[in-house]
C-alpha cells in the first residue's frame, strides 16, 4: 500500500532525531513529530558525549535539527501525535487534528522525571538537583553531596557518588542490613527527612531537614524511576516491562511488526550517548527493511 511516508517518528529529541537522521542519509521520506524540548533541557551543561561534552543540551538540540534540516526527505513537525492504527499493511497517524500513513513507526517519546515534592527541588531542578550521577557527578566532586528519593534505589545511586565524593550521605529510611552495607561502603544514613532545598536557582548550598537542621549540600539526587511516555507503545500492543519501558530486541525492534522503539522509552541507561546510538540502530534497521522487505 502507498503511504505518505517510509517512517513515522514519534519524538524530536536525541533518540529519534538520530534515528530521522539515519533513515534521511538513505533516502527515505521520513516525518518526525514531537514538541517540547529534550529531557534534560533544565541543565546548562551536558556530559558524556563524546566530542560534545558540557554542551548546553538546547545548542546540540538546534544543531542537530540543522543536520537534519540539510537532507530533503526529512520533514520534522512540531506537534503532539494523539493515536497511531495499524491499517490495512500500513500505520495512521493522528496529530494535532490532522492524520497521515507511513509504512513503518519508531517510538521515541522518553519519560517523565517525577520530582519530590520538597520545596526548592523543582526551582533547582537541573542546577543544583540532579538525577544522573554519571551526567553531573563529576561536576561536584568532593563536595559533600545529598541523595533521597526511592529507599530501594537510593543505595545504588548513593554508592556510585562514593566514586566522586567521600561525603555522601542518603537522606531516606533504610533497613539496618543495609545500612551496615553502605556505611561499609563509606556512604551515610540519615532518616530525616528533607524539608526544604536551600540555593540561589543556579546552584543548593544546603538542605534543611526536617527538625530544622541545616546540612551543608553541594548537590541532591533524586533516585528514582522516571516515568515512560508508552500510551502509544501500550495503544499498539507493544510488549513492556514491569516498569512500563518498551521491550525490544538488540535493534530496537517491538513485538509489533514494523514498529521500533528507541531511547528513554525501551532502556533504562538513560543518558544523551546511548539515546544517539539506539535512535542510529533503529534507524539503520528500519531503513534495511525498507529496502529489503519483499
Not at 538520530?18 to 533516502?27: P, V
Not at 521520513?30 to 556530559?47: D, M, T, Y
Not at 540543522?66 to 506537534?79: C, E, I, M, S
Not at 513492556?240 to 525490544?248: K, P, Y
Amino acid at each position: 500500500m502507498n503511504t505518505d511516508w517510509d517512517t513515522v517518528v514519534v519524538g524530536q529529541s536525541f533518540a529519534g532525531l538520530s534515528a530521522a537522521l539515519t533513515l534521511g542519509r538513505m533516502r527515505r521520506s521520513v516525518l518526525a513529530i514531537g514538541s517540547g524540548g529534550p529531557r534534560n533541557e533544565a541543565v546548562a551543561h551536558a556530559h558524556g558525549l563524546l566530542t560534545q561534552d558540557g554542551a548546553n543540551p538546547n545548542d546540540l538540540m538546534s544543531a542537530a535539527t540543522a543536520d537534519l534540516d540539510k537532507y530533503p526527505t526529512v520533514q520534522r513537525v512540531n506537534g503532539r501525535v494523539t493515536a497511531i492504527e495499524s491499517q490495512d499493511g500500513c500505520f495512521r497517524v493522528s496529530f494535532d487534528g490532522r492524520t497521515t500513513t507511513a509504512t513503518t513507526i519508531i517510538l521515541a517519546t522518553g519519560v517523565n522525571d517525577d520530582p519530590l515534592p520538597i520545596p526548592g527541588v523543582a526551582e533547582h531542578w537541573g542546577r543544583g538537583v540532579f538525577t544522573c550521577p554519571f551526567c553531573d557527578g563529576f561536576e561536584h566532586q568532593d563536595l559533600p553531596l545529598a541523595v533521597a528519593g526511592d529507599p530501594q534505589i537510593t543505595p545504588h545511586v548513593s554508592r556510585l557518588l562514593t566514586a566522586v565524593s567521600d561525603r555522601v550521605t542518603i537522606y531516606a529510611p533504610i533497613a539496618d542490613d543495609a545500612r551496615a552495607q553502605l556505611t561499609d561502603a563509606g556512604v551515610s544514613v540519615d532518616s530525616r527527612k528533607i524539608a526544604r532545598v536551600i540555593g540561589d536557582g543556579t546552584s543548593i548550598n544546603a538542605l534543611e531537614l526536617d527538625d530544622g537542621t541545616i546540612a551543608e549540600t553541594g548537590a541532591l539526587f533524586i533516585a528514582g524511576m522516571p516515568h515512560p511516555n508508552n500510551q502509544l507503545a501500550l495503544a499498539l500492543g507493544c510488549n513492556v516491562d514491569d516498569l512500563g519501558f518498551v521491550e525490544v530486541g538488540p535493534t530496537g525492534r517491538t513485538n509489533i511488526d514494523s514498529v521500533w522503539a528507541a531511547g528513554d522509552l525501551s532502556t533504562r541507561h538513560h543518558q544523551i550517548a546511548t539515546a544517539i546510538a539506539q535512535g542510529a540502530t533503529v534507524g539503520a534497521e528500519c531503513a534495511a527493511i525498507l529496502v529489503l522487505a519483499p
